[in-house]
């Protein structure tokens, strides 16, 4: 389990991320924060695009940065969403697809999920919660995923 100060400063780094938003199309910014198992914060927010669909979420700019580093063990992610100019007055849920890349790389049963307003108020939950019967690499089978 994670202690109630890295959920309250990673919350702190998910609404920092969130500033840098880029999203003219919907004007809702969502900002991600990624704690590694050896501690690194990895840093997301949403990027939309003219073309509409290829638009990333905050969560899979966070994972995506990380994975293209070399960092793929994953303890938790905090994320805020709101609109533009607005407080932070609901739970910004992650999406479906965001949850599937989160099955790609940790323990559905013991990574994180805080959903936060701020950092005194949130959820907190753990991906099978999330993401119940998850398919994931181990539905394929014994392949290395270290090998490629
Ligand atoms: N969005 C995220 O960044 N994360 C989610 O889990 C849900 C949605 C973004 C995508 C889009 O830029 C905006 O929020 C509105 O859907």
Redesign the pocket.
Known sequence: MISEETIHDLIAQAITARGN?Y?P??H???G?ALLSEDGQVTLG????NAAYTP???????AFFKAVSEGIRSFQAIA?V?SPAGKEITQF????GV?RQVMMEFCNPAEFQIIVAKSQEEYVCLTLDQFLPNGFGPDNLGPFDSQEE
């Open positions: 938003s999203s199309y919907s809702y910014q969502v991600a927010c949403n990027i939309e638009t990333n979420c905050a969560e899979r700019t994320v969403g910004a849920y992650p999406c965001c």
